[in-house]
């Protein structure tokens, strides 16, 4: 005789391993990893209890020969992985921005199976992402594009027969993102030591406008000496790199 239970499925869960069978007190428990596609926190599940190791062997094989699994090529990360790895013909902007949503789609959406994925999963996860505050709505709208992109990709070389993210918009509400910042601001001593030092460097005139008015590397780049008024000892900010 045995005990096995198993749970219900969440719309919001996914299965991201093999069972693994793991002793518990007097009982052998089956137990198999998987993940929350809303929060993309890592949520394991029991499968069973059993009273013979042997029992739990079985049953784990049972499940995983029942194919409710595929291998992690199968899976969101890997596809977008995928995706990422073969734009060779971009800017290394580009290419950066790309990595840094594919990282927040892994995390969020990474382990679920392609066979499983369907768009209650990819609305859900938009959804979390605009109510949380971390991201603006410009960066969500980068991570949506990303993945549509990819699923469209495996839509084209057959990998799947339509995307789940097709005609998925973008939530209507985003949460503004805190912009309040840190940052230990030198004292006038250690402003003036600043100054003085880097009096002989042949940036000295940069060095000292970021200093001491708080211009921006890319508005630094942008200057021109028609932009300097040097009888009126001005500085005219147009533009910026």
């Known amino acids: 005789m045995h005990d096995v239970f198993r749970t219900g499925i969440n719309v919001?869960?996914?299965?991201?391993s093999d069972p693994t069978?793991?002793?518990?007190?007097d009982r052998w428990v089956d137990r198999v990893d998987g993940s929350d596609t809303v929060s993309g926190a890592r949520k394991p599940r029991q499968l069973g209890t059993y009273r013979s190791r042997r029992s739990a062997q079985s049953a784990a094989s049972s499940f995983a020969?029942?194919?409710?699994?595929?291998?992690?090529?199968?899976?969101?990360?890997?596809?977008?992985?995928?995706?990422?790895?073969g734009k060779v013909d971009v800017s290394n902007k580009t290419r950066l921005q790309y990595e840094w949503a594919a990282g927040h789609i892994r995390a969020g959406l990474g382990?679920?199976?392609?066979?499983?994925?369907?768009?209650?999963?990819?609305a859900?996860?938009?959804?979390?992402?605009?109510?949380?505050?971390?991201?603006?709505?410009?960066?969500?709208?980068?991570?949506?594009?990303?993945?549509?992109?990819?699923?469209?990709d495996a839509v084209d070389l057959g990998e799947l027969r339509r995307s789940p993210a097709a005609r998925i918009g973008m939530p209507r509400h985003v949460a503004k993102t805190s912009r309040e910042l840190d940052r230990v601001a030198w004292?006038?001593?250690e402003l003036?030591?600043?100054?003085?030092?880097?009096?002989?460097?042949?940036?000295?005139?940069?060095?000292?406008?970021a200093a001491l008015y708080g211009l921006r590397r890319s508005e630094l780049l942008g200057l021109s000496w028609a932009a300097v008024d040097l009888r009126k000892r001005t500085v005219r900010i147009e533009r910026a790199w």
């Open 12 to 16: 919001a869960w996914k299965q991201t």
């Open 21 to 25: 069978i793991q002793m518990q007190r």
């Open 65 to 85: 020969a029942s194919g409710e699994r595929g291998t992690e090529r199968d899976t969101v990360a890997a596809l977008v992985d995928r995706w990422v790895a």
């Open 111 to 122: 382990g679920v199976r392609l066979d499983q994925f369907d768009r209650d999963d990819v």
């Open 124 to 152: 859900k996860w938009l959804e979390v992402l605009a109510s949380d505050g971390k991201l603006s709505r410009r960066s969500i709208q980068i991570l949506r594009m990303v993945l549509r992109a990819a699923l469209d």
């Open 187 to 189: 004292t006038e001593d």
């Open 192 to 209: 003036r030591q600043f100054l003085a030092s880097s009096g002989g460097h042949r940036w000295v005139g940069p060095i000292r406008l």
